[in-house]
């Protein structure tokens, strides 16, 4: 099961789904990841993520929507 520590923060593995999911949204819209553009929406990934969405596939489809 992913989850973060008891503080605040992300397991490294909950960053990488993080990077993958916000990877392939970048490639889909032809965005590029390292643009100061695509802060906001890095900030709505990180959002859902720590809000419990940590299935792969799930949180790519959801931040389609959200976006």
Request: with cysteine.
């Amino acid at each position: 099961m992913l989850g973060r520590p008891s503080g605040h923060g992300f397991y490294p593995n909950d960053l990488a789904i993080c990077q993958r999911v916000f990877d392939q949204f970048c490639s889909e819209r032809k965005l590029d990841p390292s643009s100061p553009e695509v802060d906001g929406l890095a900030a709505t990934l990180i959002s859902l993520f720590g809000n419990g969405c940590t299935d792969e596939a799930i949180l790519l489809e959801l931040f389609r929507k959200a976006t």
